[in-house]
């Protein structure tokens, strides 16, 4: 509709804009902050690791004082997690993650219903032949040798595969949290796929019925807070049941049935009160059909009715307090209870299905919930930690099946080291089967765990990477740290088809983050083990040291360094002092680069430094009380950012980057749930302010700028992927359908292939292509106008893109700095206003612009980065206050951009 007094509304418009418009064109939207999250793992025994660096192997440690090092570092390494997701008392950060994961699983569902498939803006990258965490195995009830089989990794989903172990494909990208157990039935529908039921250790249940296209909450299941135990009966309905805590009248765990293909539950039985405690569901004949045995509070509760009553039985120990359980349908059946007493866990055997009970065995080395028996005879058991054990005699004494550190010469018939997870499965060909699931893939034993086959070498993309770092010398050579898989090095492979492309070797076992160099080249890289540096020199074949903490220095868990710009030889460590490391011939000597105190509310020690890479003089720092800090001379002297931390309780700083030609301008992200999870400065660090317009409450674990010039902002978070769209002042969510829900750790900018590169814990390395600004196919100058000698021209023969400038001339003469504005329109009519002529009429938008006019005239203006004008047509016009022209204002002539589908 054209408007009516266009003189009047515009003058309207002009003077509510001055007075509104007081800042800058584009004001600060919002901040930055990154923490991080792990998992148990083992310590490596650095020592021997170094003793075989230079022909890159890997150490075969003793045995002595392991458990008690691992358990330590499996605290700390909890410890670590939850000081990373800071937040306020009584929020719960867990519940908030978990609603972004609702909220992402129903974007995905309408994404797909209205056939939004993905744009291609993702590529898997691998690794390929390094697998991740895998917590269980299933497959189809009533299967032949040749039935798949499925297997769930810690966070990255359900896959399903070949029984060979080849032809892995992920099925619940679309679907948060991992799968710790499962269940696999067919279907009741004639001819439909098999239906898989996939549920977390933390109680998040999901069924696919469509091969894993989509991915439904089962009705009549409570809110669980925990899973511990899945099984099917061999009924005439096939009845799955799932055992875990809920929420009836104070926190009990419960027994949950679904005779109806997993469509519907109903609870069947109830604990006295809160216990972590396990269900065995027997998985042949002649108990599959009718049994079901509950641990609960250290006594043993059994159905032989389809879990529809339950009857106590004998008490294992009273003092439990948690417990695991397993059985062998070769006995009575003969069944095994794992429980936790005082902090040691101690196994029972009952060998008349759970009457009587008496003690065999102390475990030393147990993983919660990995314990196993098998289904053809009682007395062979086995149990997993930090290594797998084996027993010929109900558990009275076990037989290592291999050392961890023997992995590493052999991956393919050794067990990698953690084990979350083993089973056994009647075999359809005769026997039995085993399973392994490591923090370094899956295993089948044939033999009763005398040998092992690995059958995830290849194709499976469950890495868990913290950090990755492209090479700027040639970006086809990427090194990563990863959690348990060592620090890794690959060769950039184009992909030929869906899933990784990337084999990467490992070089060095252990779990290794904060990779960082100089130059941004391979030459020299530094990284952290929870307890020294390594140090990777060398772009095609790189040695490998150690520099180890300072002495008596207080850190993080896996702390940061920082390479020096200035020198490729020395980097910054993050303690409770920042920290120069200096090389002396093939060794690094470590000492206090400034005298400044950084431990200021509260703080114990530094979690970031960064350097703006425009000026190396510029660094920022921030403690993990979220304090921050700036300094102008490399470090040396640093002021402390005023009023810019949140409460030091609430705030965890951990990822700075700052803007790659402006180095006045920095993010620092970190715990958002309790307060902005990034921010952003300015000027330099004097002042920061949120920047989360469009980010929900998250953990933000890594920040990078784009290095394509939009200045542009990508966030790897708790709750995944995340760009902040300068233009727009909003932070967007960039997953796609067919990119997984999970954990996104770390991300780095590779601008020689115009790609954000995203590390992520459990589904392996991503790289994200940079949006291509579409090309404006054309400028069209129209009207005159007559108000003076105003003209319109442009500064380039090249057709500027979407995010860029161009320039429009306006004659005036030289006042110095003027206001103006530019006329946005989707017309291109005419109105007469000021003394000459309105050509972007009705007006839109307006922009305000400040100009410094030279007698030239030259105002120049960015094209709005927004998709919604692609394949249209807009109107501009720039517009000056001039008290020499009798309407008060120079006016320029119209541009019309034709902006290019």
Not at 373 to 383: E, N
Request: with cysteine.
């Amino acid at each position: 509709m054209r408007t009516a007094n266009p003189t009047a509304v515009l003058s309207g418009l002009l003077l509510a804009c001055a007075a509104a418009c007081a800042a800058p064109p584009h004001s600060p939207g919002t901040a930055p902050e990154a923490p991080k999250k792990v998992s148990p793992r083992r310590p490596l025994d650095k020592e021997r690791a170094f003793e075989s660096l230079i022909a890159l192997q890997h150490p075969q440690p003793t045995e002595g004082g392991m458990i008690e090092r691992v358990e330590r570092d499996k605290a700390g390494r909890a410890r670590w997690i939850e000081e990373l997701h800071k937040a306020a008392e009584g929020v719960d950060w867990r519940e908030i993650e978990a609603a972004n994961a609702r909220s992402e699983e129903r974007r995905r569902a309408r994404m797909a219903s209205q056939q939004q498939l993905t744009a291609g803006s993702w590529t898997e990258v691998g690794s390929r032949n390094q697998c991740g965490r895998i917590h269980t195995v299933a497959r189809v009830e009533g299967g032949d040798a040749s039935s798949p089989l499925w297997i769930g990794a810690d966070l990255g989903g359900a896959w399903r595969g070949n029984p060979d172990g080849t032809g892995w494909q992920p099925k619940s990208d679309d679907v948060w949290g991992g799968a710790h157990h499962l269940v696999v039935v067919p279907s009741d529908v004639p001819g439909a796929p098999d239906v898989v039921l996939q549920a977390t250790d933390g109680g998040r249940v999901r069924i696919t019925r469509d091969d894993g296209a989509t991915w439904q909450q089962p009705a009549g299941l409570p809110a669980l807070s925990s899973c511990r135990g899945v099984g099917v009966l061999a009924d005439a309905a096939r009845t799955i049941l799932i055992f875990g805590q809920y929420t009836p009248s104070g926190t009990r765990p419960g027994v949950f049935a679904s005779t109806d293909n997993g469509r519907t539950f109903t609870n069947r039985w109830t604990g006295s009160q809160n216990h972590p405690g396990w269900m065995w569901v027997p998985r042949k004949a002649p108990f599959q059909a009718a049994h079901c045995y509950v641990l609960h509070r250290g006594v043993l509760y059994a159905s032989t009715n389809g879990a529809q009553t339950f009857q106590q039985r004998g008490t294992v120990n009273a003092n439990a307090t948690r417990g695991i359980l397993a059985g062998s349908e070769a006995g009575a059946p003969t069944l095994y209870a794992a429980v936790e007493v005082s902090g040691s866990w101690r196994l029972h055997r009952s060998d008349d299905a759970g009457s009587t009970w008496a003690q065999v065995s102390t475990l030393s080395d147990l993983w919660d919930g990995t314990l196993c028996a098998s289904t053809i005879d009682p007395l062979r058991v086995m149990h997993g930690g930090v290594e797998a054990w084996r027993s010929s005699n109900g558990g009275v004494t076990f037989t290592k099946i291999n050392g961890w550190g023997e992995y590493y010469g052999n991956p393919a018939s050794k067990l990698h080291a953690d084990l979350p997870g083993i089973a056994c499965w009647p075999d359809p060909a005769g026997g039995e089967r085993w399973f392994f699931g490591t923090d370094g893939g899956l295993y089948q034993s044939l033999d009763g765990g005398l040998t092992v086959q690995n059958l995830t070498l290849t194709g499976i993309g469950t890495s868990q990477y913290y950090s990755t770092h492209t090479s700027r010398a040639n970006p086809d050579r990427i090194q990563a740290g990863s959690q348990d898989q060592g620090y890794q090095r690959g060769i950039y492979q184009t992909p030929t088809g869906n899933g990784p492309s990337t084999d990467f070797a490992q070089l060095i076992s252990g779990d290794y983050g904060h990779l960082t160099s100089s130059d941004g080249t391979h030459g020299l890289v530094y990284s952290t083990y929870p307890g020294f540096v390594l140090i990777a020199e060398g772009e095609t074949n790189p040695a490998l040291r150690q520099a180890n903490f300072p002495s008596g220095s207080t850190s993080g868990w896996l702390p940061m360094v920082t390479a020096d710009p200035l020198d490729p030889n020395r980097f910054f460590f993050c303690g409770d002092k920042l920290y120069r490391y200096t090389r002396i011939g093939n060794n690094w000597s470590s000492a206090a680069h400034t005298t400044f105190n950084f431990l200021t509310g509260g703080a114990t020690y530094i979690t970031a430094v960064a350097f703006a890479p425009s000026d190396p003089q510029r660094m920022y720092a921030a403690n993990n009380a979220g304090r921050l800090f700036t300094s102008a001379n490399h470090g040396v002297g640093w002021v402390e950012s005023a009023n810019t931390g949140p409460s030091p309780h609430y705030f965890y700083g951990n990822s700075i980057a700052v803007h790659p030609t402006n180095p006045l301008e920095a993010v620092v992200g970190g715990s958002g749930y309790s307060t902005a999870g990034v921010r952003r400065t300015l000027d330099g660090g004097a002042t920061w302010s949120a920047l989360t317009n469009g980010l929900p409450a998250t953990l933000v674990y890594d920040l990078a700028y784009a290095e394509d010039g939009t200045g542009d902002v990508y966030a790897a978070a708790e709750s995944g992927a995340w760009r902040f769209v300068r233009a727009t002042g909003a932070w967007v969510n960039i997953l796609e359908v067919g990119t997984p829900i999970t954990l996104y750790w770390s991300v780095e900018a590779v601008p020689e292939r115009h790609l954000m590169r995203f590390g992520t814990y459990a589904r392996g390395i991503w790289d994200y292509r940079l949006p291509t600004a579409p090309p404006i196919a054309r400028w069209v100058r129209y009207g005159e106008n007559l108000g003076g000698a105003n003209v319109l021209d442009l500064d380039s023969p090249t057709p500027p893109t979407i995010g860029t400038t161009a320039t429009l001339y306006v004659s005036a003469p030289d006042l110095g700095e003027r206001t103006g504005w530019l006329l946005h329109s989707d017309f291109g009519g005419s109105a007469p206003f000021g003394g000459g002529t309105l050509l972007a009429d009705p007006i839109t938008r307006l922009q305000r612009l400040r100009v410094a006019v030279d007698g030239t005239g030259a105002v120049r203006f960015p094209i709005p980065a927004d998709p919604y004008l692609v394949g249209t047509t807009r109107y501009f016009q720039a517009i000056l206050s001039d008290s020499n022209q009798p309407g008060g204002w120079s006016l320029s002539n119209g541009l019309e951009a034709q902006f290019a589908p």
